[in-house]
């Protein structure tokens, strides 16, 4: 399998930290939906990553729907998202939250830096930052000190999603030591998995 974009991406390390994590083997292609967009778009045709190519060639696009198919590689049992009943719907809640918080952040980052300085809408900015914030707050709320994982006591999508959209958020120069201390904590904690820690950008 090949995976197409960089790590930078929320998105795409989502992917990637679940592909190390199932132990898939992969290859992966550093390319930005931004400096390389013409060849991103040989597999994509919005332009976008992260996309999966699998083997036989064909290409699966949206972290989601390539998440959905790394589930059914391994199976129900080894599946990071519950498949069925009260489980899996706690943590798609918390992975709608965490790519809802990554959505809104990289909205505020486009309209700060895609933007003459003059057409900059700061009120935007301010609005999606304060609801990636509520987002983080929530599942900040979730962490129990002590516990390895935020649910089921074990790797879910719950935590790879908070810790990609908590490194998002510090990219963003929001504080989560001090403002979201025990979620910060939890995702330094899952830095020391070589899941986590090997898909540094």
């Known amino acids: 399998m090949l995976l197409i974009g960089v790590n930078r991406s929320p998105y795409t390390r989502r992917v990637a930290i679940t592909l190390k994590a199932y132990g898939l083997a992969f290859e992966q292609s550093d390319l930005s939906g931004f400096g390389n967009r013409s060849e991103v778009r040989a597999a994509n045709p919005l332009g976008r990553i992260p996309a999966l ?12 729907a ?12 080894r599946a ?7 489980e899996r719907r706690a943590v798609l809640r ?7 918080a990554c959505d809104k952040g990289l ?7 895609h933007h ?9 900015i301010d609005d999606c ?3 990636m914030k509520q987002a983080l707050a929530a599942v900040e709320a979730k962490v129990e000190p002590g516990q390895g994982y935020l649910l089921l006591g074990r790797l879910t999508q719950a935590d790879i999603t908070a810790f990609i959209a908590e490194r998002l958020a510090r990219g963003l120069k929001v504080d989560t030591p001090t403002e979201m201390p025990r979620l910060h904590a939890h995702c330094r904690k899952l830095l020391e998995q070589e899941a986590f820690r090997s898909t540094e950008p």
């Open 80 to 86: 990071l998202t519950p498949p069925a009943g009260a």
């Open 66 to 77: 390539i998440i959905d198919h790394l589930d059914e590689i391994v199976g129900r049992e």
């Open 107 to 113: 909205h505020a980052a486009y309209e700060r830096n």
């Open 53 to 64: 190519v699998l083997d036989n060639g064909e290409a699966l696009v949206d972290s989601a």
């Open 94 to 100: 918390v992975a709608a939250l965490m790519m809802g």
């Open 129 to 131: 930052m304060a609801q």
């Open 116 to 124: 003459p300085p003059e057409k900059v809408h700061q009120p935007w």
